[in-house]
C-alpha cells in the first residue's frame, strides 16, 4: 500500500490567509483583547464615578495621547468584534455562506468597522 503524501503547509508566514479566515482570526484577536483589557476598563469606570475628585484623575488619565491610542484600539476590537460576530451568526444560519459571498461579506466587516472606528474615533479623540 502506498501512502499519499500530503503537502503540509506548517511555516505560518507561508500560509496565505483567505480573507475570511483573516476576518476570523481578527475577531478571536479583538473578543480576547477586549476581555483582558476588561479589569482597565472597570478600574476606569470606576474612578469616572467615584468621586469629583476621581472623575479629574479619570478626565486626566483619558486626556493622556497614549490612553487615547489604546482606547482607539479597543474601540476598534469591539467594532470589529460587532460586525464580524453578526455576521458569523449570520454564516450559523446560513446565510451568506457562498464563497463570494463570504468574501464580499468579510470585505464589508474589514470596511464598515474601520469606517465606524474613524468616525467614532474623530467624534471622541
Ligand atoms: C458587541 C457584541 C458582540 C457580538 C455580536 C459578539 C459575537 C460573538 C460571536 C458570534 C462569537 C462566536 C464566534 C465563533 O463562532 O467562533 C464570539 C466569540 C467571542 N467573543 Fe464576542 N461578541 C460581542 C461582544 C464581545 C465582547 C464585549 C467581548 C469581550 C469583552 C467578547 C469576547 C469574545 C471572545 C473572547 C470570543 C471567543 C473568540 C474565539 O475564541 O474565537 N465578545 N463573539
Redesign the pocket.
Known amino acids: 500500500m502506498t501512502v499519499k503524501k500530503r503537502p503540509k503547509h506548517l511555516d505560518l508566514p507561508k500560509i496565505r490567509l483567505p480573507m475570511p479566515g483573516f476576518v476570523?482570526i481578527l475577531?478571536?484577536i479583538?473578543?480576547?483583547g477586549?476581555?483582558l483589557f476588561?479589569p482597565v476598563l472597570l478600574y476606569l469606570l470606576q474612578l469616572s464615578l467615584g468621586s469629583p475628585e476621581s472623575f479629574e484623575d479619570f478626565r486626566a488619565i483619558v486626556a493622556h495621547p497614549l490612553s487615547k491610542l489604546v482606547l482607539l484600539g479597543l474601540l476598534w476590537a469591539?467594532l470589529h468584534?460587532?460586525c464580524?460576530?453578526?455576521r458569523?451568526?449570520a454564516l450559523?444560519l446560513h446565510l451568506g455562506i457562498g464563497l463570494k459571498q463570504a468574501r464580499h461579506s468579510s470585505a464589508a466587516v474589514l470596511v464598515v468597522s474601520l469606517a465606524l472606528t474613524l468616525i467614532l474615533g474623530v467624534k471622541l479623540w
Open positions: 476570523s475577531h478571536r479583538s473578543g480576547a477586549m476581555f476588561l469591539l468584534h460587532l464580524a460576530g453578526i458569523f451568526l450559523d
